[in-house]
């Protein structure tokens, strides 16, 4: 999986430049536009909000684990609903930013969360982590379902019979390259290139082949009750983030100023951030990449 330094590279060095370009309780993963890109970033992640809790069942009195949180904003929801939200991220940054606002947040590994953790939940939620739960190396040792298997027989542990998980994640697309393919040194705008860049900007993360195979991890435990593709969705999302994270800012500048010795010194970080392109999108326009909602039940 992605490590504490991974996703602190990923997520804890840029935190104040998010949570001033996005918004101090930033959503950090696809929107639900479905299609209708007349709709705003905001109005679209607030209508995810409301289809995670109409689907996992968010309201007075429900106890719902976050895996993954981010910087806490369906924890947000859920608390503005009446539930009680605990979260969990590796990220110290995210855990500090959560906590300020007064959210459950704990620095804790998704992956190992049981019942000895925090005790039983009425239900599940997991969105933009689970890219991160597996890493190239394991992929390579071909540890890859071993590991999702182990995170979803935990999930179901957590769980009432009937109780519900919702998983939302990316996958790789139909035209996804095998791994040895992918190469920093390969032509610019080549997919081995696009490939090698989304990389070195979420290091230590390799994704599920496609959505069967996390469905068939997810058995026997937790049964598939729906799913919808949030490809096409994602490309707007990344679009209108782009948008707010170039906008111009006198503050900004100021903490982009404070990131210019990593600049100096690290070429995984120019290339990670200041390479000019969203490989993200780019990978999902060619469909490198694919992207999931999926929900589940205990089953039994
Ligand atoms: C793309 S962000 C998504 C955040 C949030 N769910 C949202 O929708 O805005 C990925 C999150 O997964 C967390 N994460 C990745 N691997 C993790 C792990 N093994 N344990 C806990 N959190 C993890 C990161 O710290 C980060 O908060």
New binding site residues.
Partial sequence: ??DKDD?DFT?SLTDRVFRLSLGELA???GAKYDGDFSMSLEDAQRRKHEYVAEQIGIGPGRRVL??????G??LNFIRTRGGEGVG????WA?EAACRRHGLDVHL????QVDRDTFGPFDAVAS???FE??CSPDEYEAGRQEEIYRGIFARVAGLLPPGGRFYLQTMVFGRNMIPLEQVDVHAPRDSDAWYLALLGRQFPGSWLPADMNQVVRCAQPGLRLVSSSNGRLDYIQTITEWGKRTGARSFRKSLLKLRLVPRWLTSPDFRLAFTSGVSANKVCFERELLDHHRLVFEKTG
């Fill in positions: 999986m992605a996703i997520y959503d950090f993963s976050d895996l993954g949180c981010g910087w904003p369906l969990v991220t590796l990220s995210q804790q590994d998704a992956r969105l933009g982590a991160h739960f």
